[in-house]
């Protein structure tokens, strides 16, 4: 079975701080993909990012980064200099490769920035 | 365009109502779903369309009942719901092409808040 554990449910910050938000998924399938997705508020989910699993490179974005290791099913994300818009929840997820798919959510990081 | 539209923003019915949340997307995506978010939790799948068929349905109650007339289209119809039903719904799409790496492209839209009184 496939699951996305999302361990911190709440992290409060104050602005210009660095802060990772942890990711651990689970899954039988050799291929697979990983998204992080973010949902301010207005409650629109947000795509931030979709990693296949056989690309295992870090990817930077902004002061937005990702570090994806196979090794230990971990999918964390990293928000460098936090700013106040940074203010959301924050979602890991997992789909197989399979077309028309379902994604699979981790329960999601509340995340709070304070000025 | 890279938009996936849905209507109403709002909906507030009541349990003897009938109404329909409408979802639309030009991108040339052949899968489309919707997930229900309830407060405070992740995104649920309810049912999956690809290439205008029902391909999968998450054992959703029948008092929903999805309707996928066109390639661009997706319906939700609402019949009879209960207070516990009320939630974001979120509609999605997504390029369909078995073999290459499917579920290209995962848009949501921003979603219709149902209240059911």
């Known amino acids: 079975a496939q699951k996305v554990t999302q361990a911190q449910t709440e992290i409060s910050v104050v602005e210009k701080e660095d802060v990772t938000l942890d990711c651990v998924y689970e899954?039988?399938?050799?291929?697979?993909?990983l998204f992080w997705y973010k949902q301010p508020p207005s409650g629109e989910l947000v795509f931030l990012i979709r990693?296949?699993?056989?690309?295992?490179q870090n990817e930077i974005s902004g002061r937005y980064s990702w570090n994806f290791q196979k090794s230990t099913s971990s999918f964390n994300f990293t928000i460098t200099a936090s700013q106040v818009v940074d203010s959301a929840v924050y979602f890991c997820?997992?789909?197989?490769?399979?077309?028309?798919?379902?994604?699979?959510f981790g329960s999601g990081t509340r995340l709070s920035i304070r000025p | 365009d890279t938009e996936v539209t849905q209507t109403p923003k709002h909906l507030v019915m009541g349990m003897t109502n009938k109404k329909s949340l409408k979802c639309e997307q030009h991108?040339?995506?052949?899968?489309m779903y919707w997930y229900k978010q309830k407060a405070k939790k992740p995104p649920e799948l309810m049912f999956v369309?690809?290439?205008?068929?029902?391909?999968i349905n998450e054992s959703v109650p029948s008092r929903f009942s999805p309707e996928c007339p066109n390639s661009s289209l997706l319906n939700l119809h609402l019949h009879a719901l209960q207070p516990e039903d009320s939630a974001l719904y979120l509609c999605?799409?997504?390029?369909?092409?078995?073999?290459?790496?499917?579920?290209?492209?995962?848009?949501f839209g921003s979603g219709t808040r149902l209240t059911v009184v």
């Open positions: 899954t039988r399938d050799t291929t697979y993909y």
């Open positions: 991108m040339g995506h052949r899968a």
């Open positions: 369309y690809s290439y205008e068929k029902l391909s």
């Open positions: 990693r296949n699993s056989f690309d295992e």
């Open positions: 999605a799409s997504s390029q369909d092409r078995p073999g290459a790496g499917a579920n290209y492209g995962y848009t």
């Open positions: 997820a997992l789909s197989d490769y399979s077309s028309a798919s379902k994604i699979i």
